[in-house]
């Protein structure tokens, strides 16, 4: 008996000291997605049979930039009945319904009534006092789509750069990134599947560039930006995406757009993966409010932009790796109310 005990505590001390060496990670899995490196892994090795370390959740404070009561720090407890906190007996009309909208639409209306904004709203910006951390950007729901052919699990990492903070995430994005399994377009993290990752983050305008884009209000922008994904060639369910999300969500009123790629992305929240990518697309749509009506507290843009942008600038690609994974990712960003 006593041997079997002495037995079995060499085993777990040997484990346990052997465990840090099956952690480490081959340093060629981990390179920036640019096209000026390429990893010389092949892909889908990296990570294959190395044990995953445990990853950290990060929390910012704000939950999101969606506009929940959890994001704006209310607590109610009728949360069965939607409509209950503004209406008494209410009378639903057959006209009250719109057959282009969803059927909850008018209800979050009530209950939260910034539902048509982006963001805490104040007048033309994101609230800053609900999203913690330095810099007046907040870069709201970027989309993450993973394509092509991955074997076994694998690694990407959003490495927040030059005091960015992330907020949130989904899913859990924990020190060591997202680790994932791919199958077809399913992406899979601990059993769940998701058919994208998100993240939102805040940001310092000054790694951002000013000179161009293009103006106007909602509804001319909005058709721009669609157009932008579609020249772009993003597949059709992420275009979709966009509109599901950003046909309510964008704000009414004027606002100058300066489109972000990869080039200036990566220094605010780089790319770190398992795996090098073909080809890749990135664009963040930054929208900061015109004067009429604002009063502009950016000195980073407070000049319109002096030139159209070019879809063209944010398609990259990798010569050097051979393969068929591509990364695709689209967003949205807001100025805060204080620099």
Known sequence: MKFLVLFLLALSINASMMAPNQRMQDPRCMVPASALAASSMPAGLCNQNQQIPTVTPIYGGASCLAMTPQCLGQTRSNYDCIHCNQLNNPRILPNQFNPQTSWYHRYAQMRWPQYNRPAVWNNGYADHNFYPGSGNVAVGKPNVYIHGNLIGKQRLQVKMKNRSHLLAAS??????????????????????????????????????????GFCGKKDYLYDRMISILKEMSFKEREIKDFEDYWSVKYPGGSF??????????????????????????????????????HK???SHFKNEPSEDWNPQKGIYRVPASKNDISIHEWGVAFLTDKK
């Open 171 to 212: 899913p859990i994005h924990g020190t060591d990134g997202w680790v994932f399994e791919k199958s077809g377009e399913i992406l899979s993290v601990t059993g769940a599947s998701y058919n994208y990752f998100y993240y939102d983050y805040k940001a310092h305008e000054n790694y951002l560039q000013n000179k161009s």
């Open 296 to 298: 502009i507290i950016s």
């Open 256 to 293: 100058c757009v300066y489109p972000q790629t990869h080039a200036e992305l990566q220094k605010l929240a780089q790319w770190n993966g398992s795996f090098m990518p073909s080809s890749f697309r990135r664009v963040v749509f930054v929208s900061v409010p015109k004067k009429e009506g």
